[in-house]
């Protein structure tokens, strides 16, 4: 699948799930419950503290792709280096997902055809990560700065697609596209940790289905 076609059906499908602090094993079966609920795009996070290497970050990201191939889009999130771009690509990740700007990342997210999507909270932070290459830019933390952060920088970024990360739940993504982000990264309110632990995957499942409905509603 190109990028172009990539891009394209992330902003219909709107919700990238992200998937954090959990084995390979939990990553897939979390994966499943997500796309019974309607959920086609996955992050699987780098460990920033360095408790789980980036290796074994990059076998979680295949395990998910080899298992869910054809149906759940998977890539890797907290990327800071291009080398974790590089395992991310090798794994068979199709998108990128950073907490920052970071040129190098972004330019070699693109050169590797994956989707570039570096994060940002400024204006100028996110026209920086747009004129570096990036598909999209994710306001993070979008909870904090609210639906009307959002409108305002559109005015004059009305060219760059926002995605809107940190502190979006089913019960305000509606809010966020309708202040202009073309999609929205969901973590704890959508793969519960908790509920992973218990092997309680329904909940997942259930928590997609209304995140997927907000969404389209």
Known sequence: MTRDILIHEMQREKVVAI???VTAEQ???AARALYAGGIR????TFDAAGETSDEQTGYKIAAVAAALRGKMHVGAGTVLTAEQVEITKRSGGAFVISPTVDGDVIRRT?????VSIPGAMTPTEALCAHNCGADFVKIF????????YIRAIRGPLGHIRLMAVGGVSDSNIAQFLAAGCVGAGIGGSLVSKKAIEAGDYAALTAA???TVAAARA
């Open 27 to 29: 990553a897939v079966e």
């Open 19 to 21: 998937a954090r602090g």
């Open 141 to 148: 933390p979008a909870g904090d700065l609210g639906p009307a």
């Open 208 to 210: 997609a289905e209304r």
């Open 41 to 44: 795009f996955m992050e699987v």
């Open 110 to 114: 693109t050169a590797l055809d994956m």
